[in-house]
């Protein structure tokens, strides 16, 4: 079995990229297992209060969910045609390397995706996250990126993705990612 952390990063009630994580976990391919994780809880970095006090509890639980996963796929929103704040915010914490967690996303395969009500799908988003991967020595997957336009139109009231072409990409994504991950494994 292959094992991924999934990482939705938006704290928004009804956000569409927690709706996709929930999407995907649903459409894993057979020997693929995705875990969703997302970042309420992590609180604003602060060097002070990770020597004083150490690692805030929801950022442990993240750095231990994804040390002990295959690879992590990241469903980031877009804010300003880059990342947004509060899932850098987050991915510092869990990197953190005065509280052990510099080696977290070194050689682990981490893969992007993501959905926006705008027409372009984050990849704007996605570009931004590629020097920041690269920093942490991730084994960037380039395959294939999951970016889905439209994301008010995406999902039925059952929270499924409702049209066959869109959920195909996912599918496409999730397989094509899983046996990367597996032959690295
Ligand atoms: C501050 C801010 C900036 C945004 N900038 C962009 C953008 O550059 N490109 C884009 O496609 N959507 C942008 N959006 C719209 C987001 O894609 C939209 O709010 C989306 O629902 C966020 O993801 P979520 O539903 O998972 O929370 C922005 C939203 C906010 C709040």
Known sequence: MTRLVGLSGSLRRNSFNRSLLKEAVRLAPEGVEIEPHGIEGVPLYNADVEKEEGVPEAVARLRTAITSADGLILFSPEYNNSLPGVFKNAIDWIT???????????????????????GFGTI????????????????????????????????????????????????????AFGAYVSVKG
Do not use: C, Y
Request: hydrophobic share 40%; glycine share 14%; aromatic share 6%.
């Open 96 to 118: 953190s390397n005065p509280s052990g967690g510099g080696k977290v996303l070194s050689g682990k395969p981490v893969a992007l995706a993501g959905t926006t009500p705008g």
């Open 124 to 175: 704007l988003s996605q570009n931004a996250w590629l020097p920041v991967l690269h920093t942490l020595g991730a084994d960037i997957f380039s395959g294939k990126r999951l970016m889905l336009a439209h994301a008010g139109k995406l999902f039925g009231d059952d929270g499924r993705i409702a049209d066959e072409e869109n959920r195909d990409k996912v599918v496409q994504f999730l397989a």
